[in-house]
């Protein structure tokens, strides 16, 4: 990558980038820019881009003047994983967020990447439908930074992830080049699923910036049960009992009294620092619905639950929103926080659980933990100064690599993440760098997200 080397390249960018969007739609002003600061680094330009068109003219403008480019959603995630090596121009999509067309007979929906999570629902909520997302920032997040990241959020149990129900996708490649792949039928693919390809790879290969989801069906009764347990063998006990039986909840979500210490009680009962809470969410017609409730009590009762409370309209709605805004509260709570994600095979676990409080205990530090007991993967948010985290990591690092699976960090202060960042080494890894530069001979789009430096 040729990179901005003095100001008369960095004028002359600002000047064609705004004959591509319009003077209102690109800013260079320090001020403005410092707001899209990320990894240390301050873009010289943000562009708002209001079409699909406009995207590719500016992936063609970064291409030819060396300058790299950072897509942007709302920005909640652009600190997780790996720290950027060059941040030239913030491309923010979010004035692409528009309802293209929806389909209420074929269950399916064609959007602009920029709209929210939240618009969507509601929009889709008019027609009884919904798309089965729900990631933390629900009411910012917006659908094409969930998909670049594959953020599912703890519904995937049940419905599967972005790559099940993602139907197309328009996106910009590197080069600036317009693809439209996959479709609007549940069965679209001949060849290489590109789609799947996109989803998940951080706006590396190509910037999504139109959609096609598929919709499901509102549930006609939704109730949530939060069940309180003495410790994490009973906890999970319950858990692989669940996924040994045909029971079939929605989510079902642990977090731990150190985790939720900082954030509002999710249930009337208080969590104590020794005590699990599990959160699980059973929607489905009324029969269905008061089987799982039954079954599922009953199943806890065998395992020593403590204070369990069934949650319904308004109050389930305040114990998800509780629990979704655990994870900003811990954070906010000690800036020297940092928060990875540990994914092991379901049968795994408890043994990461107790590998995570063993690692806190041997730095002597908080160790707090939310996770999805359904998909294997345990968030430890741990407080620890900067000399101490990396250390941790190491060792959380070979602790689920022990266990059969991987550690990352997802968010921490900016030193940690550049010295401990890193995604793990795998035997694809020189595959996943050579795909990046057949898609992006300039290195152009988000360096250094997916492997480091080395993009």
């Given at each position: 990558?040729?990179?901005?080397s003095s100001?008369?390249?960095?004028?002359d960018?600002?000047?064609?980038?705004?004959?591509?969007?319009?003077l209102?739609?690109v800013?260079?002003?320090r001020q403005m820019t410092?707001?899209?600061?990320v990894?240390?680094?301050v873009?010289?330009?943000?562009v708002?881009a209001?079409?699909t068109?406009?995207v590719?003219?500016?992936?063609?403008?970064?291409?030819?003047?060396?300058?790299?480019?950072?897509p942007?959603?709302s920005?909640s995630?652009?600190?997780?994983?790996?720290?950027?090596?060059a941040?030239?121009?913030v491309?923010?999509?979010?004035?692409i967020?528009q309802?293209?067309?929806?389909?209420?007979?074929n269950?399916s929906?064609?959007?602009g990447?920029?709209l929210?999570?939240a618009?969507?629902?509601?929009?889709?909520?008019?027609?009884?439908?919904?798309f089965?997302f729900?990631?933390?920032?629900?009411?910012?997040?917006?659908?094409?930074?969930?998909?670049?990241?594959?953020a599912?959020?703890?519904?995937r149990?049940?419905?599967?992830t972005?790559?099940?129900?993602?139907l197309?996708?328009?996106?910009?490649?590197?080069?600036?080049?317009?693809?439209?792949t996959?479709?609007?039928?549940?069965?679209?693919v001949?060849g290489?699923d590109?789609?799947k390809?996109l989803?998940?790879s951080?706006?590396?290969?190509?910037?999504?910036?139109?959609?096609?989801l598929?919709?499901?069906?509102?549930?006609?009764v939704?109730?949530s049960l939060?069940?309180?347990?003495a410790?994490i063998?009973?906890?999970?006990?319950?858990?692989?009992?669940?996924?040994?039986s045909?029971?079939?909840?929605?989510a079902?979500?642990?977090?731990?009294?150190?985790?939720?210490?900082?954030?509002?009680?999710?249930s009337?009962?208080?969590?104590?620092e020794d005590?699990?809470?599990?959160?699980?969410?059973?929607?489905g017609?009324?029969?269905e619905?008061?089987?799982?409730?039954?079954?599922?009590?009953?199943?806890?009762?065998?395992?020593q639950?403590?204070?369990?409370?069934t949650?319904?309209?308004?109050a389930?709605?305040?114990?998800?929103?509780?629990y979704?805004g655990?994870?900003?509260?811990?954070?906010?709570?000690?800036?020297?926080t940092f928060q990875?994600?540990?994914?092991v095979?379901?049968?795994r676990?408890?043994d990461m659980f107790?590998?995570?409080?063993?690692?806190?205990?041997?730095y002597?530090?908080?160790a707090?933990?939310?996770?999805?007991?359904?998909?294997g993967?345990?968030?430890?948010?741990v407080?620890a100064g900067?000399d101490?985290?990396v250390?941790?990591?190491?060792?959380?690092?070979?602790?689920a690599?022990?266990l059969g699976?991987f550690?990352?960090?997802?968010?921490a202060?900016?030193?940690?993440r550049?010295s401990?960042?890193a995604l793990?080494?795998?035997?694809d890894h020189t595959?996943?760098?050579?795909?990046?530069?057949?898609?992006?001979?300039?290195?152009?789009?988000?360096?250094?997200?997916?492997m480091?430096?080395a993009?």
């Amino acid at each position: 990558m040729i990179g901005l080397s003095s100001s008369s390249a960095r004028t002359d960018l600002a000047q064609r980038l705004t004959e591509i969007s319009g003077l209102g739609n690109v800013s260079t002003d320090r001020q403005m820019t410092k707001t899209y600061e990320v990894d240390g680094l301050v873009p010289t330009a943000v562009v708002f881009a209001t079409t699909t068109e406009q995207v590719s003219r500016v992936v063609r403008a970064g291409n030819e003047s060396g300058a790299s480019i950072i897509p942007w959603g709302s920005g909640s995630k652009q600190t997780v994983g790996p720290c950027l090596s060059a941040a030239d121009i913030v491309l923010c999509l979010k004035p692409i967020n528009q309802i293209i067309e929806l389909n209420t007979s074929n269950f399916s929906v064609e959007i602009g990447a920029g709209l929210s999570n939240a618009a969507l629902q509601k929009q889709m909520g008019k027609h009884n439908l919904f798309f089965p997302f729900d990631p933390l920032y629900l009411e910012t997040s917006t659908i094409g930074g969930e998909l670049a990241t594959n953020a599912s959020g703890p519904w995937r149990a049940a419905y599967g992830t972005a790559r099940d129900i993602v139907l197309g996708i328009t996106a910009v490649t590197p080069t600036g080049d317009v693809i439209h792949t996959g479709g609007r039928t549940m069965k679209n693919v001949a060849g290489i699923d590109l789609c799947k390809l996109l989803i998940g790879s951080w706006g590396t290969l190509g910037i999504i910036t139109e959609t096609v989801l598929r919709l499901f069906p509102l549930p006609k009764v939704s109730r949530s049960l939060c069940l309180t347990f003495a410790g994490i063998e009973d906890a999970f006990r319950l858990v692989h009992r669940l996924l040994s039986s045909p029971l079939t909840p929605g989510a079902v979500e642990l977090i731990d009294g150190i985790a939720g210490r900082n954030s509002a009680p999710i249930s009337d009962s208080p969590l104590a620092e020794d005590e699990v809470q599990l959160l699980i969410d059973i929607s489905g017609n009324r029969e269905e619905v008061e089987w799982h409730l039954k079954e599922i009590s009953a199943l806890a009762e065998e395992n020593q639950v403590r204070h369990p409370t069934t949650l319904e309209d308004e109050a389930a709605t305040c114990a998800w929103n509780t629990y979704r805004g655990a994870h900003q509260a811990i954070l906010s709570a000690a800036p020297s926080t940092f928060q990875g994600k540990a994914s092991v095979p379901l049968i795994r676990q408890t043994d990461m659980f107790k590998a995570i409080k063993e690692i806190g205990q041997k730095y002597q530090v908080a160790a707090g933990i939310r996770g999805h007991c359904y998909n294997g993967i345990l968030y430890p948010y741990v407080v620890a100064g900067d000399d101490h985290a990396v250390n941790i990591i190491n060792d959380l690092k070979k602790a689920a690599a022990d266990l059969g699976g991987f550690f990352i960090v997802e968010s921490a202060p900016f030193p940690v993440r550049k010295s401990a960042g890193a995604l793990p080494q795998r035997s694809d890894h020189t595959l996943m760098k050579r795909l990046k530069t057949e898609f992006d001979p300039n290195n152009i789009l988000n360096p250094g997200k997916l492997m480091g430096d080395a993009d």
